[in-house]
């Protein structure tokens, strides 16, 4: 790489100390490559003494800016991929694969609540909530998530209603 090149390229203390980890194992090995005392680059790397020129040149010479030039184009291609990636999952509209998945007998215990009501809570017929349970129809992301936050909802009140003094110790009847 040009000196002019290396000069445009911005990069942080950080960007030295992986290089130095990477390349040579340790900050003092990479020191003595590029012929300055560890405690000169620590105080560098600190900000306590700025990179000038010369500390330019001499991570030119070490391969330090093809390094970071390198680094860049790597994120550069992982962000692509991942656009790329989120760009086709927001084109394509999958249902997720639920069947073997979905343990609603577990879900009924759970909630201490029969099908039936729990398909009401859902939102869906007594009769979907069936095929889900025979495996014949699936729910979608979204009757999936109600279920869940019923589910839950159910089982927590549950819990907290059995723990309250008050189910523990009911009042008694007052008896005339």
Request: glycine content about 6%; proline content about 5%; hydrophobic content about 40%.
């Amino acid at each position: 790489m040009s000196r002019e090149n290396s000069k445009k390229i911005n990069f942080s203390s950080d960007d030295v100390r992986k290089f130095a980890s990477e390349r040579f194992g340790t900050l003092k090995k990479l020191a003595e490559k590029i012929g300055v005392s560890q405690p000169n680059l620590t105080q560098s790397l600190s900000g306590k003494r700025p990179f000038g020129a010369s500390w330019r040149e001499r991570l030119a010479e070490v391969g330090f800016f093809d390094w970071i030039e390198q680094k860049s184009e790597e994120l550069i291609k992982d962000e692509i991929s991942k656009d790329e990636l989120i760009k086709d999952s927001v084109n394509v509209k999958a249902e997720p694969e639920i069947n073997g998945i979905l343990d609603l007998a577990g879900a009924i215990e759970l909630s201490n609540t029969p099908a039936s009501r729990l398909a009401q809570l859902v939102g869906v017929s007594p009769a979907t909530f069936t095929a889900w349970q025979n495996g014949s129809a699936t729910p979608t992301v979204e009757e999936l998530s109600r279920l869940f936050n019923q589910v839950v909802a159910l089982a927590l009140s549950s819990r907290h209603a059995a723990t309250t003094p008050e189910a523990e110790n009911p009042p008694t009847q007052a008896t005339a």
